[in-house]
């Protein structure tokens, strides 16, 4: 059974970094793309960043163009979501998952995290 677990959350000032990251272990993940999801509270979860199997292709958000980078590691079964210029509007839990194609609509993955919260205070 696949199992994904994030780390790397916490609290950082608005205009901070931080890397959050996604260790998958069960499954093969280098056949999988991933993506990043995020859910604020009293909001619905929301793509981030996606990336393809062997990490030539990612897809980003518009409202993180630009400040959030998608990469992945299929030696380390992880892949990582490096996070700059961080607005309070950033501030929810980022899930990762795993699904046969890379996409936005979180429909399409199969396997998620459990989340990790990231806060961006002002």
């Known amino acids: 059974q696949v199992q994904l677990v994030e780390s790397g959350g916490g609290l950082v000032q608005a205009g901070g970094s931080l890397r959050v990251s996604c260790a998958v272990s069960g499954g093969t993940f280098s056949t999988h793309a991933m993506g990043w999801f995020r859910q604020a509270p009293g909001k619905e979860r929301e793509f981030v960043a996606a990336?393809?199997?062997?990490?030539?292709?990612?897809d980003y958000a518009d409202s993180v163009k630009g400040r959030f980078t998608i990469s992945r590691d299929n030696a380390k079964n992880s892949v990582y979501l490096q996070m700059d210029s961080l607005k309070p509007e950033d501030t929810a839990v980022y899930y990762c998952?795993?699904?046969?194609?890379?996409?936005?609509?979180?429909?399409?993955?199969?396997?998620w995290g459990q989340g990790t919260q990231v806060t961006v205070s002002s």
């Open positions: 998952a795993l699904g046969a194609l890379m996409r936005r609509d979180l429909r399409t993955y199969g396997a």
């Open positions: 990336i393809s199997p062997a990490g030539v292709f990612t």
